[in-house]
């Protein structure tokens, strides 16, 4: 079963302050939507690069400690390798029983990276969709997919709270699955390892072939990729049906090439791939391998920046920007 507005109440959660943590990415989108759902919000981030934008967009900004001291319930939205660290210095000392805990990603449960106090309700409520959408959504009356597990249920009332924080944030408009944390770790970890660079390298190695073969690299950018026809596809595709999408809107030309060639591109050696990307997940050297990488301040993301920062699709796109700036 899936929870909906008509499931949960912004009042199960009347009379709480909401501490979040973190004003990024996810931390900007929740406060917002927070405030705008009449539930009082205060910011913790310590004093660097992200303070002042809170501030700014005219929140009641403190440490991370006196914010989560002010609150009941604490919503830690930092980069998951940062959360051990502050969970132990500035959350701990400053949860008190009966404060709802909650992750917008199951890894710090999953992996035992914090150790929440047995007398806090602990539940995860994580969304399926970067910021901005988040924010954009709630404005314009919709909402995102969410994720929610009760990990522990100090108060009896953990769900509820949950719930009325997801409906305050606007994830019970689109529907709120239980799932558990576990199997949202592994999901969200497997999505980003295997079906996200899949996709970005399907782009590029088509981009790549076109070119090589005498294409011209701007017209091989906007088909292959930036025209958004590809997007749009997914879009309606995520609605009516993966396969539904070529059926409606496709001719028959463009039918029976699609069909002519399924199943065909990635081959048993992919799958293997997957399936051992899965296993490295679940055995923790994912873990590893990214605690290490951020203990040395992320050396391979420079790298890879730099890889495609000057790759020749990333310099197509440079081109036909420019040209839409001269238009
Ligand atoms: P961001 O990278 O956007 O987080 C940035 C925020 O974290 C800033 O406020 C920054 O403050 C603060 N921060 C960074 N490092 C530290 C540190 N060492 N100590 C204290 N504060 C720190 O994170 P996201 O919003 O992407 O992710 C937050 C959580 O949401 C994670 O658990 C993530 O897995 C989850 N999530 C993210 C999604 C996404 O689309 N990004 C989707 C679903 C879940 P400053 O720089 O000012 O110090």
Same mark, same amino acid.
């Given at each position: 079963?899936?929870?909906?507005?008509?499931?949960?109440?912004?009042?199960?959660?009347?009379?709480?302050?909401?501490?979040?943590?973190?004003?990024?990415?996810?931390?900007?989108?929740?406060?917002?939507?927070?405030?705008?759902?009449?539930?009082?919000?205060?910011?913790?981030?310590?004093?660097?690069?992200?303070?002042?934008?809170?501030? @700014?967009? $005219? #929140?009641?900004? &403190?440490?991370?400690?006196?914010?989560? =001291?002010?609150?009941?319930? /604490?919503? !830690? %939205?930092? *980069?998951?390798?940062?959360?051990?660290?502050?969970?132990?210095?500035?959350?701990?000392?400053?949860?008190?029983?009966?404060?709802?805990?909650?992750? @917008?990603? $199951? #890894?710090?449960? &999953?992996?035992?990276?914090?150790?929440? =106090?047995?007398?806090?309700? /602990?539940? !995860? %409520?994580? *969304?399926?969709?970067?910021?901005?959408?988040?924010?954009?959504?709630?404005?314009?009356?919709?909402?995102?997919?969410?994720?929610?597990?009760?990990?522990?249920?100090?108060?009896?009332?953990?769900?509820?709270?949950?719930?009325?924080?997801?409906?305050?944030?606007?994830?019970?408009?689109?529907?709120?699955?239980?799932?558990?944390?576990?199997?949202?770790?592994?999901?969200?970890?497997?999505?980003?390892?295997?079906?996200?660079?899949?996709?970005?390298?399907?782009?590029?190695?088509?981009?790549?072939?076109?070119?090589?073969?005498?294409?011209?690299?701007?017209?091989?950018?906007?088909?292959?990729?930036?025209?958004?026809?590809?997007?749009?596809?997914?879009?309606?595709?995520?609605?009516?049906?993966?396969?539904?999408?070529?059926?409606?809107?496709?001719?028959?030309?463009?039918?029976?090439?699609?069909?002519?060639?399924?199943?065909?591109?990635?081959?048993?050696?992919?799958?293997?791939?997957?399936?051992?990307?899965?296993?490295?997940?679940?055995?923790?050297?994912?873990?590893?391998?990214?605690?290490?990488?951020?203990?040395?301040?992320?050396?391979?993301?420079?790298?890879?920046?730099?890889?495609?920062?000057?790759?020749?699709?990333?310099?197509?796109?440079?081109?036909?920007?420019?040209?839409?700036?001269?238009?």
């Amino acid at each position: 079963t899936m929870y909906f507005d008509k499931d949960a109440s912004v009042t199960d959660i009347a009379g709480e302050t909401v501490a979040v943590i973190g004003y990024g990415i996810q931390g900007r989108a929740f406060a917002a939507n927070l405030r705008d759902s009449g539930v009082p919000v205060v910011i913790g981030n310590r004093d660097d690069e992200y303070r002042p934008d809170a501030v @700014a967009d $005219g #929140f009641d900004t &403190r440490s991370i400690a006196e914010a989560a =001291a002010a609150a009941s319930i /604490v919503i !830690l %939205l930092i *980069p998951d390798e940062a959360h051990p660290a502050v969970f132990s210095a500035d959350l701990a000392p400053n949860l008190r029983d009966g404060d709802l805990f909650l992750l @917008a990603h $199951g #890894f710090s449960l &999953r992996f035992d990276r914090v150790d929440p =106090a047995p007398g806090l309700d /602990v539940a !995860l %409520l994580a *969304p399926k969709m970067f910021g901005r959408p988040i924010r954009r959504r709630y404005l314009d009356g919709s909402g995102v997919l969410a994720f929610v597990d009760v990990v522990r249920d100090a108060t009896g009332r953990a769900l509820a709270r949950t719930l009325g924080v997801a409906a305050a944030v606007g994830f019970t408009r689109y529907g709120v699955l239980p799932v558990s944390t576990a199997t949202e770790t592994e999901l969200d970890l497997f999505q980003e390892q295997f079906l996200t660079p899949l996709l970005l390298d399907s782009v590029r190695v088509a981009f790549e072939v076109l070119v090589e073969q005498g294409c011209d690299p701007v017209a091989a950018l906007l088909d292959m990729h930036a025209s958004g026809e590809m997007a749009e596809m997914m879009v309606e595709a995520a609605t009516i049906g993966l396969y539904e999408v070529i059926e409606q809107q496709g001719s028959p030309t463009c039918r029976f090439g699609v069909q002519r060639q399924l199943g065909t591109l990635l081959g048993e050696d992919v799958r293997e791939r997957g399936r051992a990307i899965l296993a490295g997940i679940r055995d923790g050297s994912f873990l590893t391998a990214l605690e290490r990488e951020a203990a040395a301040d992320y050396p391979s993301l420079e790298r890879y920046r730099e890889d495609y920062r000057s790759a020749p699709l990333t310099r197509a796109h440079e081109e036909y920007r420019a040209v839409l700036r001269s238009a």
